[in-house]
């Protein structure tokens, strides 16, 4: 088999002309099936004797052969506790031929071009355990996607990579590596595996104690990686890093880097995500953040493992640097990999999974919280060179190789768009562009050579890259954005009204509420429930807190009272004042699982009193005290059985029993044998009176990792309207009395219908997505486990 393989220096003819060959030669076919596995094996046998790297491009469910999988797409299991199992491989097939691929230093990576169901879950076990990348085109449009294909295949092609690698991390004795994240195949219990590595290979792991006391005054971390270069030289790559070791909490917390910190609990959240479900994955991200608020408000006691006496939580500021850390943690509760509902496909949030999985930390800050510019009235300087020295603090004004100015950003919420407005999202991979119904004709002209989009084909509109100056600085800037990976990004241009790729538009918003369970927090409620829980949790919190009395991380910490005006810190990247053109919001239709919005517009500033009480079993409920509090391989005890279809107790009006005396521990939790506290979803607090709303501080800076926003001055959110999926869009858009996520249409991929001319697809599954799915009650209680980290 060996003789198959050529020189491509010596055959490049004979090679271009089966690439060209290829359309034609299959062009007329009618067979719909696919036999993936036969493939894998043939190209296995011609390469394990030199190793390498394996493209595999599949367009279809593979259905002959070894590696043959069946459709077992249910929409009924989506936005439900066994929706895990549609993330997770059916058969073992893949899997266990990625590892004997790995054993012959082989890499695989995947394009998937998918119009139908493809069953992800499966496939991505070849580069996850290989090494390798996932990269999914749904609804594949050469003319869209074509350019981001390319780019993606040409940087795969030639970019510098190691071969035959193996790579072991170590550290100081009286600590240990207890878990690793990223794409890769373990050997014994701590050598990874990477039949490839490059400049994209992004590994994590966890670092614990092992013994109570360590003897040196500081922690060393050493990572050694053995690998071949491309000119068959055998090489070694060492790493070492010295942390000093304090007992001081406010040394520690001075030295967080919060966008390092949210990429290490993005990547434990998957792991936890796709062992007991996303709702835990969500419930562990916002109980994290809550502890360690808790925790840095605690003021500055010695740490160790001689057992503190609790005092009251100190009423302090959240340190500057840690002072995104609730934003961040709201958007990835939001984001597509964690986020809930019916209205994301399987194989999309797969896709999601494998990319933050194996992102570095400057790539998933854009992934978490995305960029939405201002274009229709970019200032005169956006869109060109800088012309004084720009240094890395300036990365969020400025992008590229040329120092580009970037326009101005804006909250990422509903209230800040505007029907007279063009805005362009970015969230490092994909770019959108919403576009108003009432734009200036000058402008539509400049950059979509059309006056207005009614009556026009939108596959045919593209945005102009020059011919005036509006249209060449914003080409200016898309390219700016894309200078550090040289991906040519795809854009998605979506006119006002347009609900089915609104929907996908409303995803990034994440400062409005969403209408599933532990995303109907906007901004400003999610702030209020961290202060307040970070203060020990008293009684009358909102909803999603942590019940008085129950046990949160140990004892709980009684504090008391809100705080005070100006203590949450405003959303990157904001200009002063009112959005200009705002547009109206009517109260939205009933959504929120059927159950009743909250009266009134959200609370509009820090300075307004408290929600009233809450309904029990919220998003912050903490777990028994058995409950896991380290590695991946253990997952908290699977909540109590759920009812399908049933409703939970209608608590809303019950008041909260008392919590203990600040002077008293509280009481014990339940036994380890004993499934937490029954608790549904519920809707958000009656809206609090008005009141004086305060000045917001002045951005945040991070030391060495840099905000994603610009550094302006940036207001509070607006206090009117939760916008998301539960707020109404601008003036003129229809929604359903379910709101603006219906679940994927029956006959396409994510909204994406099947192109002309494409073979029809393989059997799907045949019952029909659930109605009224977000105004149906949540199928019963939840299990509630919350991590207790240290």
């Known amino acids: 088999p060996e003789d198959l393989l050529v020189c491509l220096k010596d055959s490049r003819s004979v090679v271009e002309a089966l690439l060209d060959n290829l359309p034609?030669?299959?062009?007329?076919?009618?067979?719909?099936?696919?036999?993936?596995?036969?493939?894998?094996?043939?190209?296995?046998?011609?390469?394990?004797?030199?190793?390498?790297?394996?493209?595999?491009?599949?367009?279809?469910?593979?259905?002959?052969?070894?590696?043959?999988?069946?459709?077992?797409?249910?929409?009924?299991?989506?936005?439900?506790?066994?929706?895990?199992?549609?993330?997770?491989?059916?058969?073992?097939?893949?899997?266990?031929?990625?590892?004997?691929?790995?054993?012959?230093?082989?890499?695989?990576?995947?394009?998937?071009?998918?119009?139908t169901y493809i069953d992800s879950a499966a496939l991505a076990e070849l580069p996850k355990i290989t090494a390798g990348t996932l990269r999914t085109y749904a609804g594949f449009d050469p003319v869209r996607d074509g350019p981001t294909f390319e780019a993606d295949l040409t940087r795969r092609l030639t970019q510098t990579t190691a071969f035959e690698a193996v790579m072991r991390i170590r550290c100081t004795r009286g600590m240990r590596i207890s878990n690793f994240y990223g794409n890769f195949y373990i050997r014994g219990t701590d050598l990874l595996a990477l039949p490839n590595c490059n400049s994209d290979s992004v590994f994590a792991f966890d670092i614990v104690h092992d013994e109570q006391n360590t003897t040196s005054s500081v922690v060393t971390v050493q990572s050694a990686l053995l690998y071949t270069s491309s000119q068959g030289e055998r090489r070694i790559r060492?790493?070492?890093?010295?942390?000093?070791?304090?007992?001081?909490?406010?040394?520690?917390?001075?030295?967080?880097?919060?966008?390092?910190?949210?990429?290490?609990?993005?990547?434990?959240?998957?792991?936890?995500?796709?062992?007991?479900?996303?709702?835990?994955?969500?419930?562990?991200?916002?109980?994290?953040?809550?502890?360690?608020?808790?925790?840095?408000?605690?003021?500055?006691?010695?740490?160790?493992?001689?057992?503190?006496?609790?005092?009251?939580?100190?009423?302090?500021?959240?340190?500057?640097?840690?002072?995104?850390?609730?934003?961040?943690?709201?958007?990835?509760?939001?984001?597509?990999?964690?986020?809930?509902?019916?209205?994301?496909?399987?194989?999309?949030?797969?896709?999601?999974?494998?990319?933050?999985?194996?992102?570095?930390?400057?790539?998933?800050?854009?992934?978490?919280?995305?960029?939405?510019?201002?274009?229709?009235?970019?200032?005169?300087?956006?869109?060109?060179?800088?012309?004084?020295?720009?240094?890395?603090?300036?990365?969020?004004?400025?992008a590229g190789r040329h120092c580009i100015c970037l326009p101005k950003v804006v909250n990422l919420s509903v209230d800040r768009l505007s029907s007279e407005g063009i805005y362009l999202l970015d969230n490092g991979l994909e770019m959108y562009?919403?576009?108003?119904?009432?734009?200036?004709?000058?402008?539509?002209?400049?950059?979509?050579?059309?006056?207005?989009?009614?009556?026009?084909?939108?596959?045919?509109?593209?945005?102009?890259?020059?011919?005036?100056?509006?249209?060449?600085?914003?080409?200016?800037?898309?390219?700016?954005?894309?200078?550090d990976t040289s991906i040519t990004p795809k854009i998605t241009i979506i006119q006002e009204g347009d609900q089915n790729l609104e929907q996908r538009f409303f995803w990034f918003l994440v400062e409005d509420r969403a209408s599933f369970q532990g995303g109907t927090y906007n901004y400003l409620e999610f702030m209020q429930l961290v202060n307040r829980q970070g203060m020990g949790g008293p009684p009358g919190m909102p909803p999603g807190g942590i019940p008085p009395g129950a046990p949160a991380g140990g004892a709980m910490i009684q504090g008391q009272g809100m705080p005070p005006p100006g203590r949450m810190p405003p959303p990157p990247g904001a200009p002063s004042g009112p959005p200009p053109g705002r547009m109206g919001m009517a109260p939205p239709p009933a959504g929120n699982y059927g159950m009743p919005p909250p009266p009134g517009p959200p609370p509009g500033g820090m300075g307004m009193a408290p929600p009233p009480g809450p309904p029990p079993g919220g998003m912050g409920m903490a777990p028994p005290p058995g409950a896991s509090m380290g590695g991946m391989g253990i997952h908290p005890p699977p909540g109590p059985p759920k009812a399908a279809g049933m409703p939970p107790a209608p608590s809303r009006n019950m008041p909260p029993p008392p919590g203990p005396p600040s002077n008293m521990a509280p009481p014990p939790g339940p036994p380890n044998n004993m499934a937490p506290p029954p608790g549904g979803m519920m809707p958000p607090p009656p809206a609090p009176t008005s009141g004086p709303r305060s000045n917001p501080p002045p951005p945040p800076t991070l030391g060495s990792s840099h905000p994603p926003p610009p550094g302006r001055p940036m207001p509070a959110p607006p206090g009117s309207g939760g916008g998301g999926y539960m707020a109404s869009p601008p003036p003129g858009r229809q929604l359903s009395s379910g709101g603006n996520m219906p679940p994927p249409p029956q006959g396409g991929y994510g909204g994406y219908g099947s192109p002309p001319g494409a073979p029809p697809p393989p059997p799907r599954y045949s019952g029909n997505p659930p109605h009224g799915q977000f105004n149906a009650p949540p199928p019963g209680p939840p299990p509630q486990h919350a991590y207790q980290g240290r």
């Open 24 to 115: 034609q030669m299959f062009g007329k076919t009618q067979v719909t099936d696919s036999c993936l596995g036969p493939a894998l094996k043939a190209a296995f046998t011609v390469t394990k004797h030199i190793g390498g790297k394996m493209l595999v491009f599949q367009a279809t469910l593979p259905t002959l052969g070894d590696g043959a999988l069946k459709p077992r797409e249910n929409y009924r299991l989506m936005g439900t506790k066994d929706e895990v199992q549609l993330l997770n491989p059916q058969m073992m097939w893949y899997k266990e031929t990625a590892v004997e691929i790995s054993r012959s230093q082989i890499s695989v990576d995947l394009f998937l071009f998918p119009y």
């Open 238 to 398: 060492v790493l070492t890093q010295a942390l000093p070791i304090t007992s001081l909490m406010s040394e520690m917390v001075a030295g967080v880097d919060t966008e390092a910190m949210c990429n290490l609990l993005a990547k434990q959240a998957l792991n936890v995500a796709l062992k007991s479900g996303l709702e835990t994955a969500r419930t562990r991200l916002q109980q994290t953040c809550i502890d360690i608020i808790r925790t840095v408000k605690g003021g500055d006691q010695r740490m160790g493992y001689v057992p503190q006496q609790q005092t009251q939580s100190e009423d302090k500021d959240i340190p500057e640097n840690l002072q995104l850390l609730p934003l961040y943690t709201m958007a990835l509760i939001k984001n597509v990999a964690f986020r809930g509902g019916t209205d994301i496909h399987p194989d999309e949030r797969v896709q999601a999974m494998q990319l933050l999985a194996n992102m570095w930390v400057s790539d998933s800050r854009y992934f978490m919280y995305p960029r939405m510019f201002s274009i229709h009235n970019m200032d005169a300087m956006a869109g060109q060179p800088s012309e004084k020295d720009v240094d890395d603090e300036d990365s969020s004004v400025y």
């Open 433 to 483: 562009m919403w576009v108003g119904r009432s734009v200036d004709v000058g402008v539509m002209n400049c950059l979509f050579g059309v006056e207005k989009f009614e009556g026009v084909d939108m596959s045919k509109i593209k945005l102009l890259t020059s011919g005036n100056d509006h249209a060449s600085r914003l080409n200016a800037i898309i390219n700016a954005l894309r200078d």
